[in-house]
């Protein structure tokens, strides 16, 4: 027989979604409603039983004091009304009043009314006594505290895992009071204890001690960092943690000595490059070890750099607050020491770092100590900034030390020392960008076309055009052509900046103190000036020498200037410079071996661009003016700048051959010399002769006795009167350096003669003239007679 078939099928999917949505709705809600009735009952049944579990456990028994008079008037009442609707007695049947005592006594928790929370059998426990009721409630027992368990790790058996505790142990409260007690005591009685004060000597050595304590370990710290610098990099930190010692014996030395410890660390284990933060992406992927460990070293190396910076920055701030920190282990007057030794330790990071993270914070850094009020940190800071622009090859460095100190002459509208602009003059600038018009001049060399080869050359004429432009390409790429050109652009840009604060101070501050060190750098980068500044910047130099408000020195930078921009790209101007000439011929005589004698090296550099560089622009009349005076010159000025002058007059004798008159005593051409004539055109320097040099020739000094007797011989290049090579070959600024006496040296030195014989001292008589001898004889032998000495007759006579 077939299995009977079952006639209800399971509803496919498309019926499922025919079905009313109404009707799943009420489906639901149907469901829930049941769901929420069943619980409701089940919750009264709970809250039913639980309430009768509570009336049951919380009967209060009946207190010792007269249990009657606090007997409660409800239940008397109930009582009554139990009475009033219970049925007689009389009115039951003898069956059914013994069926009731029966029920009665067999009554249980099952048949009783959980309502109410009177016991059972009521009536029987009101004959109990009370007080053994008090009896039969259980009293809690003072026992021993129960033992706190410790679990430990579980042992495996062969029979299964052994659970393993230990009992906590138990501090007894009363040992530790006596503990306590013991201790108080203890250090009452090490108060009481007087401490034994140290003498001087004791302190010093215990002092000794401590430091050569604390400087073993910053060595040993250093030596571990420096023998392998990234397995140790984390000693960075244990080093830099002592810059904060706070034992007050040791504490300035110790921080001295680490500071200087870290920057010479730091120093030597700074790599090559400047280290960036790692991206999500990089940090994601996965690395070999090595680039995981050298990763955490140039994350270390640069959070501890960081930190060691802005630990020197606050020491230099604190110094100039000059306020006390709460420990005041370190005093005020050593906080400059401290800030000496980290402004030094800046400026050698300055230099040593400069491609390094961070190296723009040590320039803002660095920049406004240069203009501090105490002499030596701006000293350092000066010199630091120097080295750092003389041995900057690229220009990047410079670049930013210069935009910092623009912006902060500005910002202090031009009240700084000199020696902030002065610095200006050590940057290495000798090309700039200059306009595309050039380009067109020297347009870059362009490689044949194949075409072009095939239509002129032959094959191996060919084969051997494709090796040689392989190898010029190549050649080119050695050039590092990329590196040229970004290396001007910086220069370029360095240049525009020092342009600009230079023009700002001209045109703002003329009566600066920075004036003199403005025009002295105008007269090094003249000669890189647009040419289109020139004819303002002429007419400004020129106001400010006709002004009279400019020292010495200051007009001859003007002068210097100007030639400057007139020897470089002003050669193609029409500017005739003869205000500048009559100046400096003018001013010449205001040098002597005094004060002004340091302006004799600025005269000698303006000679040269004046009368050497600008040969074909002077005339012979100006040549021969300033050759007469700057011989008469020589004769009033150290003997350093005397040979430089004599030098200078040697190479325009040279420039100038025609010159060789003043040598001849006979003069020539019409006119008398007029020496105090300020037009070196109009004095008729040609009617007179160099007298001077013969007063020259019995100087004290042999090089500018050489330097006369060669002149007087017509500055002859061979011969005897020839000058030696090391005079010859120099130029006049590098004889004035060589023969300085700012050392107060004596060059060359004097020679000392070794003469074997004594020498004999003259004595008496000997120092006197014959006939004068005979004559003090004669006088002294004279026997003298006395006599009136009248005064008045000769006053008498006088008058009449």
Not at 128 to 136: Q, T
């Given at each position: ?271 090559s490059y400047k280290i960036r933060p790692l991206t999500e992406a ?283 921009i007139l020897s470089g790209q002003g050669d193609v101007l029409n ?35 004046m009368l050497t560089k600008r040969r074909k622009q002077v005339s ?181």
């Amino acid at each position: 027989m077939k299995a009977r078939r079952n006639k209800k099928q399971v509803p496919s999917f498309r019926k499922l979604l025919k079905t009313s949505k109404v009707k799943l709705e009420n489906k639901l809600k149907n469901k829930q409603f049941k769901q929420q009735s069943t619980l409701k009952k089940y919750r009264k049944e709970q809250r039913k039983l639980r309430q009768a579990v509570k009336d049951a456990a919380s009967k209060n028994p009946i207190p010792l004091e007269d249990p009657k008079k606090i007997r409660p008037v409800k239940r008397l009442e109930k009582e009554e009304e139990e009475e009033e609707e219970a049925l007689p007695l009389d009115m039951m049947d003898e069956d059914d009043l013994q069926l009731m005592k029966d029920l009665g006594q067999r009554a249980s928790f099952l048949t009783r009314d959980l309502s109410s929370s009177e016991p059972l059998h009521g009536k029987k426990r009101k004959h109990e006594r009370i007080i053994d009721k008090y009896e039969k409630i259980p009293r809690t027992l003072q026992t021993a505290p129960e033992k706190e368990l410790i679990h430990l790790l579980p042992i495996k058996d062969k029979s299964g895992i052994i659970p393993q505790t230990r009992e906590k142990p138990v501090i007894d409260s009363d040992r530790d009071e006596e503990d306590q007690k013991e201790e108080l005591e203890l250090e009452e009685e090490v108060i009481e204890e007087p401490v034994r004060e140290l003498t001087i000597e004791e302190h010093l050595i215990e002092r000794k001690k401590k430091l050569q304590e604390k400087k073993i370990h910053i060595a040993t710290l250093a030596s571990a960092i420096l023998s392998d610098p990234e397995s140790n990099i984390k000693k960075l930190k244990e080093l830099r943690s002592l810059l904060v010692e706070q034992d007050p014996d040791v504490a300035v030395t110790v921080r001295k000595l680490v500071i200087i410890s870290l920057m010479e660390l730091f120093k030597d284990i700074t790599p090559s490059y400047k280290i960036r933060p790692l991206t999500e992406a990089e940090k994601s992927t996965k690395i070999r070890k090595e680039t995981q460990k050298l990763r955490e070293f140039e994350e270390g190396l640069v959070s501890q750099y960081k930190f060691y910076l802005e630990n020197l920055e606050q020491m230099v701030k604190d110094w100039k607050q000059r306020k006390l920190k709460k420990s005041n282990v370190v005093s005020l007057k050593a906080y400059k020491g401290l800030a000496e030794v980290a402004v030094k330790s800046l400026c050698e990071l300055l230099v040593a770092l400069p491609h390094f993270n961070f190296h723009n914070n040590i320039i803002v850094l660095i920049v406004p100590l240069m203009n501090d009020m105490s002499k030596s940190i701006s000293e350092m800071c000066c010199e630091a900034v120097k080295k750092l622009f003389k041995q900057d090859k690229l220009g990047q460095a410079s670049l930013g030390v210069i935009k910092v100190i623009s912006g902060f002459v500005k910002g202090r509208n031009y009240e700084v020392r000199p020696e902030m602009l002065k610095t200006f003059l050590c940057l290495r600038i000798k090309e700039v960008e200059v306009k595309k018009d050039t380009e067109d001049i020297n347009k870059p060399k362009k490689f044949m076309t194949f075409k072009e080869k095939r239509k002129t050359l032959s094959r191996m004429q060919r084969k051997w055009k494709k090796a040689e432009e392989k190898l010029e390409r190549e050649l080119q790429e050695a050039e590092a052509s990329e590196s040229t050109e970004k290396k001007l652009k910086l220069h370029t840009e360095t240049l525009n900046i020092v342009f600009v604060t230079y023009f700002r101070i001209l045109k703002k501050a003329q009566r600066s103190p920075l004036l003199p060190a403005v025009l002295e750098g105008l007269a090094k980068f003249a000669h890189l000036i647009n040419v289109e500044f020139f004819d303002d910047l002429l007419v400004v130099l020129h106001t400010l020498i006709e002004s009279g408000d400019l020292s010495y020195q200051e007009s001859l930078h003007c002068v210097q200037t100007a030639f400057h921009i007139l020897s470089g790209q002003g050669d193609v101007l029409n500017i005739d410079p003869m205000k500048f000439y009559t100046h400096l011929y003018k001013t010449l005589f205001k040098l002597h071996a005094g004060a002004t004698n340091e302006g004799v090296e600025i005269v000698l550099h303006c000679l040269d661009v004046m009368l050497t560089k600008r040969r074909k622009q002077v005339s012979q009349q100006r040549a021969l003016a300033f050759i007469k005076r700057l011989c008469t010159l020589a004769l009033q000025v150290l003997p350093h700048s005397s040979i430089g002058i004599l030098s200078t007059t040697r190479t325009l004798m040279h420039t100038f051959p025609k010159t060789d008159l003043l040598l001849d005593n006979d003069s020539q051409g019409n006119g008398v010399f007029l020496p105090e004539l300020d037009e070196p055109e109009y004095c008729n320097a040609q009617s007179t002769a160099l007298w001077e040099l013969h007063a020259l020739q019995r100087h004290y000094h042999p090089i500018v006795q050489r330097f006369a007797a060669h002149l007087i011989a017509g500055a002859p290049s061979e011969g005897s009167e020839a000058l030696k090579p090391e005079l010859s070959r120099r130029s006049a600024v590098e004889l004035f350096e060589t023969y300085s006496m700012a050392a107060m040296i004596f060059n060359p030195p004097v020679e000392f003669s070794n003469s074997k014989k004594k020498d004999k001292f003259l004595q008496g008589e000997s120092f006197l003239n014959e006939d004068l001898n005979q004559l003090i004889k004669k006088h002294c032998n004279e026997v003298a007679t006395q006599s009136s000495l009248d005064f008045t007759k000769y006053l008498k006579t006088s008058l009449q």
